[in-house]
């Protein structure tokens, strides 16, 4: 096992206390505090990702990708279009149906909530979903999912 890098660990400590802190105050209600914990939480995980990269070979970092990101993701859908048919079949006060059908429900699996989004002097571009995300990772690493 690697030896590891103490102050990584603090930071990445503060990080996560951060991210708790700011979505407890956030900016949603105005807070000053919450607004400064949002404009630096994230952007600490980001740095120490990639003080901590190592390159691989591509083949090997589109496997970790379907392992760490896809599987997890198809988990939580899965998980997802269960309540939300049993919710539907089952009505009551404490679950609500998170798609209104099996249909929205696989799409929004496939693709991802694409909606329009739009940045400052860019103009609007839609948002990859889950399919074209992996889609790039594939062509990116050209691998197959075999």
């Not at 105050?25 to 105005?30: F, I, K």
């Not at 120490?48 to 970790?64: D, H, I, N, V, W």
Request: glycine letters at 8%; one cysteine or more.
């Amino acid at each position: 096992m690697r030896k590891r890098i103490e102050w990584i660990d603090i930071a990445k400590g503060i990080a996560i206390l951060a991210v708790v802190i700011g979505h407890t105050l956030g900016p949603y209600n105005g807070q000053f505090f919450g607004s400064l914990i949002f404009a630096f939480h994230m952007p600490i995980f980001f740095m120490l990702s990639g003080y901590l990269y190592r390159s691989r070979p591509a083949r090997q970092e589109c496997q970790r990708g379907i392992i760490n990101l896809l599987l997890p993701y198809l988990a939580t859908a899965v998980v997802l279009l269960v309540v939300s048919a049993i919710a539907r079949l089952l009505p009551n006060p404490l679950l609500n149906a998170y798609f209104q059908s099996w249909r929205q429900g696989l799409i929004a699996t496939a693709y991802g909530p694409v909606r329009q989004c739009s940045i400052r002097g860019t103009g609007k571009f839609n948002r990859l979903g889950p399919c074209g995300s992996c889609s790039v990772c594939l062509l990116r690493c050209n691998c197959s999912m075999v």
